[in-house]
């Protein structure tokens, strides 16, 4: 079946680190891949999403470039602010079923 | 003007209790969802609906029944709760659109369950 394979954490980074979250999917179709946040106490936010192979999601800061030949998705930003700190989902959709990674802890420093 | 909505937020009852967690969502999405998301963060799709009808079951106990009386709503009801069943739920909706993928999915904010 589907799944999704994330950097396990907590990521613990100074203000304006550079991040990234190493993504990669397993899947048989040809999957859509997200990333949301999940800021503490709130539901998931779409943060940035591909629809297939070489497409580049970016939001907020954020990019992420659907890598088919490496099966990979993974979540990069050049310098990270206290309000990043969050949750980190990678996900993959088939016919609109999301598979989501084990999410990944981030906290930035002052 | 929410957008997905959630009642309640928290919700802390005894194991063997029935209790139902209610969704709404004025998208006007057509599919809706319920996934849960335990103590470490994993989350889990459990439940989705595509016009009332019922379009993915997961390996759910079946003391889980969820309940769609309009495309809007996905209320999700919960028989003998248990220790386990405690956890994070969340609802969610996207727009299906057979010929397109890669829909969003919109998430409300979680009802927290404590089962004691």
């Known amino acids: 079946g589907d799944s999704v394979t994330q950097m396990e954490g907590p990521v613990t980074l100074s203000e304006e680190a550079f991040l990234t979250i190493n993504c990669t999917y397993t899947a048989t179709g040809y999957p859509s891949l997200f990333w949301y946040v999940q800021y503490p106490g709130e539901g998931l936010q779409l943060l940035l999403k591909a629809t297939k192979a070489d497409d580049k999601g970016s939001n907020k800061g954020f990019e992420a470039t659907y890598r088919k030949e490496t099966t990979s998705f993974h979540l990069e930003k050049g310098s990270v602010q206290v309000s990043d700190s969050a949750v980190y989902f990678c996900?993959?959709?088939?016919?609109?079923?999301?598979?989501f990674g084990a999410g990944t802890t981030v906290t930035v420093r002052a | 003007d929410t957008a997905v909505s959630q009642t309640p937020k928290y919700l802390v009852t005894q194991m063997g209790n029935d209790k139902s967690i209610k969704c709404e969502q004025n998208l006007g999405h057509d599919t809706m969802y319920w996934y849960k998301q335990d103590s470490k963060k994993f989350l889990k799709i459990m439940f989705s609906y595509n016009n009332k009808e019922l379009i993915i079951n997961e390996t759910v106990p079946n003391r889980f029944s969820p309940k769609s009386p309009d495309k809007a709503h996905l209320n999700l009801h919960i028989n003998s709760l248990e220790l386990g069943d405690s956890a994070v739920y969340f609802c969610?909706?996207?727009?299906?659109?057979?010929?397109?993928?890669?829909?969003?999915?919109?998430f409300g904010p979680g009802t927290r369950l404590l089962v004691l």
């Open positions: 996900a993959l959709s088939d016919r609109n079923k999301l598979s």
């Open positions: 969610a909706s996207s727009q299906e659109v057979r010929a397109r993928r890669g829909e969003t999915q919109y």
